[in-house]
């Protein structure tokens, strides 16, 4: 049981660099979630897609695009990293409204 | 700011006594949940509450869900080391049923 992957697990990037972070789901979810998290900060909602073909803004989306590539899986593009994008990425899906949302691992960003 | 605060932000406590976590806000959800996470890993969650007034009891820890669907709470009995982690509360405004947003957390110690 896979459930949701995440690549990579980490990355050091330069300043002005981009990177794209993959996520895939094996659970045929509707929905899918981008959040980054900080020390005291929680979870932060960057994007998210209701389903195959959306894509919405979250909380914290400037800096960030995403791609709902299929319904499988959903990337997040960094097109010029920034040190305020170190952070620890995580990718979720959910099937609906009000139900179990499942995380992957986790994707350890460092900008330099 | 997030739409969802979470207080405290920490908690240190001795094995055996109880703990109290609340989760406020000035929207509407039509559910709350929380989750907890372990260093490393993903959130997993810990349960749903959809009605308001609803409580929810899981071994020694019990939800609640406020009547005006605003805040919920998380109350642990008699805890022990192995409750020591990260605990998040989620929730799903009314105005979007896709949109997940997570407060900032309450770390949780039980010192044996």
């Known amino acids: 049981n896979a459930g949701v992957t995440q690549t990579p697990k980490f990355q050091v990037l330069k300043t002005g660099q981009s990177m794209t972070l993959q996520c895939a789901q094996d659970m045929n979810h509707n929905s899918m979630y981008w959040y980054r998290q900080d020390p005291g900060m929680g979870l932060r909602l960057i994007y998210y897609s209701a389903s195959e073909g959306t894509t919405d803004k979250g909380e914290v989306p400037n800096g960030y695009n995403v791609s709902r590539l299929n319904k499988r899986e959903f990337s997040l593009r960094l097109e010029s990293a920034a040190p305020s994008q170190t952070s620890v990425y995580f990718c979720a899906s959910r099937q609906a409204m009000n139900t179990e949302a499942f995380f992957g691992q986790g994707t350890r960003l460092t900008v330099v | 700011t997030q739409l969802l605060e979470q207080s405290p932000q920490f908690l240190s406590i001795q094995e055996g006594e109880n703990l109290t976590v609340y989760c406020n806000s000035s929207?509407?959800?039509?559910?709350l949940q929380w989750y907890r996470q372990e260093p490393g890993e993903g959130p997993v969650l810990l349960v749903t509450v959809v009605t308001g007034g609803e409580v929810k009891k899981l071994k020694r820890l019990t939800f609640q869900f406020g009547d005006a669907r605003k805040d919920s709470s998380l109350h642990i009995t008699a805890a022990q080391p192995g409750d020591t982690g990260l605990y998040l509360c989620a929730g799903t405004p009314v105005s979007n049923d896709y949109k997940l947003s997570f407060g900032a957390g309450t770390t949780v110690t039980v010192r044996a």
């Open positions: 929207s509407v959800f039509s559910s």
